[in-house]
T-cell receptor, first 112, second 115 residues
Framework: DAKTTQPNSMESNEEEPVHLPCNHSTISGTDYIHWYRQLPSQGPEYVIH???SNVNNRMASLAIAEDRKSSTLILHRATLRDAAVYYCILRDIIQGAQKLVFGQGTRLTINP | NAGVTQTPKFRILKIGQSMTLQCTQD?????MYWYRQDPGMGLKLIYY???????DKGEVPNGYNVSRSTTEDFPLRLELAAPSQTSVYFCATQDREQLAKNIQYFGAGTRLSVL
C-alpha cells in the first residue's frame, strides 16, 4: 500500500487560511490523491481529489507538488465547523473495488 | 434522498451474543464497504461487495460475515461478539461509474460495545 504521512494535529484561528500538508513519497503514477474529513461523531466525508494539477471546489483547494510526492489541502477561511480529522489517502485497488487506506489523519482545531 | 443509512446508532452486547448491523443505501451504487474504526485510529476494511450476490474479505474479516442479496442492503453479522469487536462501524458506498474518482459515501456509523 502506498503510504501517506500527515502531522498528528494542527491548530488555526477562525477565518484564517489553513494549510494541511501530506507526504506521499511512494505514490505511483496512476494514484489519485484524495482528502476526506471526519467531523466529530460522524462518518468520513469526501473533500477533494486530484491527480497532477491543482484543484478547487466549494469546500477547499488541493495543491499538488510537481513531483507528486506531497500535497497540501487548503481551507481558505476556516470556520468552527471545519474542526475535524483530515485524512490524505491514495487510491488502493483490490479486484476492481477501491479500498480507502486510512491513516491516523490530522486533527484540526479551530480557535474562535 | 437519505444516502447511506445505518442502524442501530448504538448497541451494547454481551460476550458471545450475536447481532446484525444494517446498512441501506438509496443511491443505486454497486460497491459497498464495511469499515471499523477503533479509538484514535483510522478506518480498516472488513468486507466489501461489488454488487448483489458478490462479497469479499477486506483486511480484518475474522469474526464477521456479510451478505448482499440486493443492491440496496449490505448487512454485517457478528456471530459471537468479543470485546475486541468494540468499535465504531461505518458502511460506505461507491458508484461503479466513477471508480477512478474513488469517492465513497459514508453512513453515520454504529457504535458497538461488547462487555
Amino acid at each position: 500500500d502506498a503510504k501517506t504521512t500527515q502531522p498528528n494535529s494542527m491548530e488555526s484561528n477562525e477565518e484564517e487560511p489553513v494549510h494541511l500538508p501530506c507526504n506521499h513519497s511512494t505514490i505511483s503514477g496512476t494514484d489519485y490523491i484524495h482528502w476526506y474529513r471526519q467531523l466529530p461523531s460522524q462518518g468520513p466525508e469526501y473533500v477533494i481529489h486530484g491527480l497532477t494539477s491543482n484543484v478547487n471546489n466549494r469546500m477547499a483547494s488541493l495543491a499538488i507538488a510537481e513531483d507528486r510526492k506531497s500535497s497540501t489541502l487548503i481551507l481558505h477561511r476556516a470556520t468552527l465547523r471545519d474542526a475535524a480529522v483530515y485524512y490524505c489517502i491514495l487510491r488502493d485497488i483490490i479486484q476492481g473495488a477501491q479500498k480507502l487506506v486510512f491513516g491516523q489523519g490530522t486533527r484540526l482545531t479551530i480557535n474562535p | 434522498n437519505a444516502g447511506v443509512t445505518q442502524t442501530p446508532k448504538f448497541r451494547i452486547l454481551k460476550i458471545g451474543q450475536s447481532m446484525t448491523l444494517q446498512c441501506t443505501q438509496d443511491m443505486n451504487h454497486n460497491y459497498m464497504y464495511w469499515y471499523r474504526q477503533d479509538p484514535g485510529m483510522g478506518l480498516k476494511l472488513i468486507y466489501y461487495s461489488v454488487g448483489a450476490g458478490i462479497t469479499d474479505k477486506g483486511e480484518v474479516p475474522n469474526g464477521y460475515n456479510v451478505s448482499r442479496s440486493t443492491t440496496e442492503d449490505f448487512p454485517l453479522r457478528l456471530e459471537l461478539a468479543a470485546p475486541s469487536q468494540t468499535s465504531v462501524y461505518f458502511c460506505a458506498t461507491q458508484d461503479r461509474e466513477q471508480l477512478a474518482k474513488n469517492i465513497q459515501y459514508f453512513g453515520a456509523g454504529t457504535r458497538l460495545s461488547v462487555l
